[in-house]
């Protein structure tokens, strides 16, 4: 009992911490609200592609996490919702919910067992994560139309899902650029 205990706690102060190297200025993805958002270009669990520019005109939801992540874990119904609904997805929202350096065949079942439905691209080298500055997972990103970082948000609490629906909302009513 004593091992399972200490193994959960070293989950969470994994995802609290950070799962990827933070910069060396100490910034996180925070910082990067109102820039551009850092392009990539991952293959997802079915082996697709998933580039980031290739999105434009659209909202993105970037959310990263693991599956050994228990806020994470608490975190992807919400993710889920908002790849189901059909409205939003008429309004322009895409969601990826990108896997934090896990192994394919892990991620996949995953996704499988737990009846999950959104696109997982797979940042295997954590050159995204990098790139996006995470220093903590789950961080869930919201890529406005015109390609800048709208919001951010850092951890999953008990009003985090009103706030990314309240992100994602906002965003969408932007005009796509031309």
Not at 26 to 44: H, I, M, N, R, Y
Not at 69 to 87: D, F, I, M, T, W
Not at 98 to 120: H, L, S
């Amino acid at each position: 009992m004593r091992t399972k205990t200490w193994v959960g706690i070293a989950a969470l102060v994994m995802c609290g911490i950070g799962f990827t190297a933070r910069a060396a200025d100490d910034k996180d993805t925070s910082s990067l609200v109102g820039q551009k958002a850092p392009e990539f270009t991952l293959k997802t669990t079915d082996d697709k592609d998933a580039k980031l520019s290739d999105q434009k005109g659209k909202v993105v939801v970037v959310d990263m996490w693991a599956t050994w992540c228990p806020p994470c874990r608490k975190s992807l119904p919400h993710v889920q919702e908002l790849s189901a609904n059909k409205e939003l997805a008429g309004k322009g929202l895409v969601v990826w919910a990108v896997n934090a350096q896990e192994d394919k065949d892990t991620v996949a079942k995953f996704v499988k067992e737990n009846k999950y439905t959104f696109t997982v691209p797979m940042d295997s080298d954590g050159k995204t994560g990098t790139a996006y500055l995470v220093s903590g997972i789950p961080t869930t990103v919201i890529v406005g139309r015109d390609g800048t970082i709208k919001s951010v948000f850092i951890g999953f609490g008990p009003k985090s899902a009103e706030q990314i629906d309240k992100a994602v909302a906002d965003a969408l009513k932007e005009e796509a650029p031309k």
